[in-house]
């Protein structure tokens, strides 16, 4: 969804609606949008500069990283960015400045609301997800999912030939 910014003006543009998203624009590869991403954001014009605050919410699946499960993650977020013109052949440096981690550019005359919707959700996906906290994860040895049942190889743990000579010591 493209929204052209001459129509921002002073006191703002409000928009709510719905974005249905393709499960290639997470970056988690194993995830997959469970729901559409649903989203509020005002957007109010500074000059050249357009701050955009908001909340998306969605449910996406990921596959845990313990226990290899998929699960649901919900994800509600509140963001407040500043999106700002890609300015060509300024001779300014192309290095980070402090503030520039919540600034998002954008060319021509219009803002990819879609990409920033898809950005915000991305940023809520753990690095490592886990279904739950206490999840119990496999069995390094059998591979029994050790949320569901107990594995063997608990018991016979003293004779397993799955580590090496020097860690049983």
Known sequence: MLIETAKIGPAGMSLADMIEMGDA???DEDGSYLDDIHYSVHLVRDGERIRARGSVRTSISLTCGRCLEEFEQKVNSRFDIILFP??????????LKENDLETIFFQGNHIDLTR?????VNICIPDYPVCRPDCRGICANCGVNL???SCQCEQSSASSDYWPDKLKR
């Open 86 to 95: 890609v300015q060509r052949g300024d001779g300014g440096s192309t290095g």
């Open 147 to 149: 949320n569901f049942e």
């Open 25 to 27: 624009s997470l970056v």
């Open 116 to 120: 920033i919707m898809s950005e915000q």
